[in-house]
């Protein structure tokens, strides 16, 4: 009757000047809802500059939980932001929101790993008080255009112009 959609990865190679953003979810600290720290948490990763959303694994009864998870997007350059939120799985309830957190990718722009904790905001409407953090890792490596243009630059010594020997009429030296 009705066919499935295939879900197909994106070849990054399909993109013109494109890359791969690795993001990877390392763990979570001092997580809570309402004062309690049985939680299973997950998170939920998606970005302003394609339609990709991942999804890690839900961790059982953890305030404190740990995924190593990582994930690949793919993009043109590392501009726009990736939004990540952490959210409580409730097998009778809707999954209530831990906290989100926003990052800028501008400052991938150099090659190097960015590896750090993040503060855990709520939504404007949701209580405030401590939320949590969440440690990620991202990596955005230059790629290997930028790289071989870089390199060449760099390793391509300057040649003095020599002034030409002249012939003589019949094209001796």
């Known amino acids: 009757m009705f066919k499935k959609k295939k879900k197909t990865k994106q070849d990054p190679g399909t993109i013109a000047g494109g890359g791969v953003l690795t993001v990877t979810v390392m763990s979570a600290r001092n997580l809570s809802l309402d004062g309690s720290t049985d939680l299973n948490p997950y998170c939920v990763l998606t970005c302003s500059f394609n339609k990709q959303r991942f999804k890690s694994k839900m961790q059982k009864k953890s305030a ?56 855990l905001e709520l939504a404007k409407k949701k209580k405030s008080g401590e939320k949590g953090q969440l440690k990620l890792k991202l990596h955005y490596p230059m790629p290997e255009k930028d790289k071989d243009l870089k390199s060449s630059q760099a390793e391509t010594p300057t040649k003095k112009a020599e002034p030409e020997k002249k012939k003589n009429n019949n094209g001796r030296l």
Do not use: C, H, M
């Not at 998870?69 to 309830?93: C, N, T």
């Open 64 to 119: 404190n939980p740990s995924w190593n998870e990582s994930f690949l997007f793919y993009v043109s350059a590392p501009q726009g932001d990736l939004y990540v939120k952490v959210y409580d799985k409730d097998r009778w309830k809707a999954d209530a929101p831990l906290g989100e957190v926003t990052i800028g990718l501008k400052r991938l722009e150099d090659g190097q790993a960015w590896e750090d904790w993040f503060d």
